[in-house]
């Protein structure tokens, strides 16, 4: 009975069904709204990057700051806001990238770029993943550190 469900367009052993390609061409058109918005976004940080780094380094020489200091505050703000636009750039592309080979892939019909499209998927999974270990280990260390310095104390 699911059998009759299925479409002929099948990918690999793998049959798509017209419920799973409907699924698969929303979450492709959400997929591609949230990496536009992702770029759009990463562009104003770099843009809020720059100006708030010469920003303070104006505010902390024109308070009379130590030499060299007004130049460091600000250009490690600026640092700091390039290096998290670049790290989030590679999620975001992947993103983009899934959202549209998917679309190519249900327009035409292609084992491969349905294949490039999921790996795409998977890459921004994996990123994010480590990511997400990266931060969690920090965060233990953070803990760790304070427990040690806490008891020193």
């Known amino acids: 009975m699911e059998d009759q469900n299925l479409m002929d367009n099948s990918f690999g052993d793998m049959r798509i069904s017209d419920r799973m390609k409907s ?11 949230l990496a536009i918005v992702g770029f759009i976004w990463l562009g104003l940080m770099a843009i809020i990057g720059l100006f708030a780094g010469s920003m303070i ?13 007004p130049a460091m505050g600000g250009g490690f703000i600026t640092i ?6 670049v790290l989030y750039f590679f999620p975001i592309l992947y993103l983009y990238q899934f959202a549209s080979g998917a679309q190519k892939a249900l327009a035409s019909g292609s084992d491969s ?21 990266i931060i969690l280990a920090f965060y233990a260390l953070t803990f760790i550190s304070g427990i040690v310095m806490a008891s020193a104390m």
């Not at 699924?23 to 709204?33: N, R, V």
């Not at 380094?57 to 200091?69: I, N």
């Not at 770029?113 to 270990?133: N, P, Q, T, W």
């Open 113 to 133: 770029e349905i294949e490039v499209a999921f790996d795409a998927l998977r890459k921004h999974y994996r990123f994010i993943g480590i990511l997400m270990i």
């Open 57 to 69: 380094a104006m505010m902390m020489s024109s308070m009379g700051g130590m030499s060299g200091g």
């Open 23 to 33: 699924i698969l061409a929303e979450t492709a058109k959400w997929a591609k709204f």
């Open 80 to 85: 700091t806001f390039l290096f998290f636009v």
